[in-house]
């Protein structure tokens, strides 16, 4: 929270030279991947899960044309969305077998986890826990924590929706292989309007399509 809170301040500081930002905030925000790392690797994800989320959503962002401070706070939140499994039981985190519906309810709790934690922050921007909140949440109520609909999800929310599923698809996970990226990105387009925003899912594919040209 003290590291997180640092960084918000320093990127509310517009009258620090510019040099001295650059370095400043690309060691806090090392410092941030490596905590979200950290939580990665508890609930048996590739340990570049909120990396790949993060840079993936910053793309997306730059293909919708924000502002940098815009994509500056998407890269914080996109980097921190999973901060509340910090607060998840690990015998439930990473439980085998299936999961009843009471520890269901406890997995999905580390999105209001992450959100109090993160808005308990100093000068921190709004935007940034909502990501944490809402990035479970779908276009027609049906995600959670609190089945939030189109117009009740925040944009940061949106994109980590479309991200988070995307990265969880197409990456390889100790009890799955990899699914391609053409099947995912067909789900997500199936799924929107919706689910999924879809102006946010075309430019996801754009972004990936880029990527595999690269």
């Given at each position: 929270?003290?590291?997180?809170?640092?960084?918000?301040?320093?990127?509310?500081?517009?009258?620090?030279?510019?040099?001295?930002?650059?370095?400043?905030?690309?060691?806090?925000?090392?410092?941030?991947?490596?905590?979200?790392?950290?939580?990665?690797?508890?609930?048996?994800?590739?340990?570049?899960?909120?990396?790949?989320?993060?840079?993936?959503?910053?793309?997306?962002?730059?293909?919708?044309?924000?502002?940098?401070?815009?994509?500056?706070?998407?890269?914080?939140?996109?980097?921190?969305?999973?901060?509340?499994?910090?607060?998840?039981?690990?015998?439930?985190?990473?439980?085998?077998?299936?999961?009843?519906?009471?520890?269901?309810?406890?997995?999905?709790?580390?999105?209001?986890?992450?959100?109090?934690?993160?808005?308990?922050?100093?000068?921190?921007?709004?935007?940034?826990?909502?990501?944490?909140?809402?990035?479970?949440?779908?276009?027609?109520?049906?995600?959670?924590?609190?089945?939030?609909k189109d117009g009740e999800i925040s944009l940061f929310g949106k994109i980590l929706a479309?991200?988070?599923?995307?990265?969880?698809?197409?990456?390889?996970?100790?009890?799955?292989?990899?699914?391609?990226?053409e099947k995912v990105l067909k789900i997500l387009k199936e799924d929107c309007p919706k689910?999924?925003?879809?102006?946010?899912?075309?430019?996801?594919?754009?972004?990936?399509?880029?990527?595999?040209?690269?």
């Amino acid at each position: 929270m003290e590291v997180i809170e640092l960084f918000s301040s320093l990127i509310s500081n517009k009258l620090m030279n510019s040099k001295i930002y650059e370095d400043l905030s690309s060691t806090i925000k090392g410092i941030i991947l490596a905590v979200a790392t950290a939580i990665d690797l508890r609930d048996n994800y590739t340990h570049t899960h909120s990396k790949n989320v993060s840079n993936l959503s910053v793309k997306i962002g730059k293909e919708l044309g924000f502002n940098d401070s815009f994509l500056e706070e998407l890269e914080i939140a996109a980097l921190l969305h999973d901060v509340g499994k910090i607060g998840i039981p690990d015998e439930i985190l990473n439980k085998p077998s299936r999961l009843t519906d009471d520890e269901y309810k406890i997995i999905q709790s580390h999105t209001i986890i992450g959100a109090k934690l993160l808005s308990e922050i100093d000068f921190l921007s709004k935007n940034i826990p909502l990501g944490a909140l809402e990035h479970h949440e779908k276009l027609d109520g049906t995600g959670y924590p609190y089945n939030k609909k189109d117009g009740e999800i925040s944009l940061f929310g949106k994109i980590l929706a479309v991200v988070d599923i995307y990265d969880a698809l197409t990456a390889k996970r100790i009890y799955k292989e990899p699914w391609p990226k053409e099947k995912v990105l067909k789900i997500l387009k199936e799924d929107c309007p919706k689910k999924f925003d879809c102006e946010i899912v075309r430019a996801l594919e754009k972004c990936v399509s880029i990527q595999k040209g690269d």
